[in-house]
DNA sequence: TCCTGCGATGCCCCGAGAGTATCAATTTCC
DNA sequence: GGAAATTGATACTCTCGGGGCATCGCAGGA
């Protein structure tokens, strides 16, 4: 089946056309076009007889634009603009130049090592567009699983069938508590001091592994722990200790951003571990841009 | 000098490329493109030669854009549906059933042939943008020659190289007064009888044949005209008769569609003559939408 | 009237795209 | 676990069509 095509014309048939329109003279135009007269005037006649409309009025003196010749001009002028800029737009593409990236993250992680890993990367790739969304963990992985975000910070204790991790964090958590809480003061706290202090903390289903480990530290302790409230995003719930209503976890990276009125104590003893790691398909390969960001989590975790 | 070529590629590879992207399987996309599968496969391997960039990650059992394949679809997809759409279009131009007409006209049109014509042309032919335009005889003439618009109506007076014109009404002039014009129940009516009325004009600049006619008319009554205002454009002077500024020339025809607090009276006597013509160039040869409305004034012309 | 310049036409060449046959690699199924 | 099947890539050949060269027909200009 030879030649079966979608469309009547080619290319070549816009340039050359688009060239005879702007000089209105065949010869010039094919001189410009760096072909010989005759195949322009082939072109033409091709074009015309393939729309089947007279584009151009030619006498043997002048030639002109009819009115379908001037639509089409203005037609196919944006075209080719567009086409003409594909070729570079694609190996910034393909570069990593530009792009766009689709990523999650746990209130954690943007608490921690996120702010930073991002402020380097986009110094780095300014033409890469980030699309952040908070999510809970359980979620980044199906979103990463179906394709729908393109890499995630997150707390790895769920299973990443297909999924390749860096670790970036690994901290023993300590506690968020009000300013005014009684054991302010102490120089040393583990979670026996804490029995009956009311906690804030995530619903379960946002990350089994973590919440566990957190109640595994309690029966370690001793401690029968009393949830005040489930809350998200975590934000959020430093919001509830500053106003008094509980203590939390937290890492002591996060210590360093804390609002007033809220004081971090490490732990002694028993206490759960926070991890976040960034996670990404291995299939497809990452794409460049994608690579440039894993790149900068890794330096950051590096350090 | 063969194949020097502006572009690296031909729509051939966008029309293909976009069915294995669709389809992500060569073999499927070959036969929907009503070719054999090779012949895709080197298609598409010399797009991305040609582009210096992987669109396709493929193994022998899977194949997934790459970032720059994403990019790319995205980029072609409207530039072939803007391509699939030009055949169609440039007929409909070429058979005046879309396009665009630049059209000027005197106050004098608009008051007598012009809104009738339209209203027809623009039923027959609703796919026609009209840029309508008012403007002085003399430099509808000067804008026709210089290809600033495609027709115009106006006084035939102006010498009119490279212009054919169709004559669409010719009537002896009247008058229009205020209606508390002392002369207001005359039944006849002569310029002599006008003697001493201020009169409103346009400015002789804008159409020389007709002013001087005007003043030939009074000439020959034995009146001395006065001239109270001269105004553009023409419904303004219509205006100043009602607010009794003065008495000015009209037309029968635009008699029946007056504001109230002005009349109009026939001339016995000398009376100067208003023409309409419509012109156009006639060299390019009137494109489809022109030649369409130029019929519609000619059987307006006709009744 | 002849001359000049322009676009169209005739003829031939050759490059590139398409088809057929086949290969290599990976998955699937018995 | 091995054979069959599926899939994309490669080798080779054919042919279509775009391009060059030579030339024609026609219209203005000196």
Redesign the pocket.
Known sequence: ???EYQFPF?L?HLIYFREVARRL???KAAEAL??????L??????LEAALGVRLLN??????ELTAAGTAFVQRIEPVLATLQRVPADMRAVAEGRVGRLRVAFTGLAMATVLPEILRGFHRNFPGIRLELNESPTSLQVAALQAGEIDCGFFHPDASTTGIETTLLLRERNGVLLPADHPLRSRKSLNLRDLEGCPFVLFPRANNPGFYDRVLAAFAASGVTPQIAEEIWPRSNGVGLVRAGVGATFACPSEARHLPDKVVFHKLSGPAPESRVVVGWRTSPAPAPALEALLQAAAAHAAR
């Open positions: 089946m030879p030649r080619e070549r003279h065949f010869r760096a072909i010989a007269q005759p195949a005037s082939r072109q033409i006649a091709q030619r006498s043997s003196r002048r030639v």
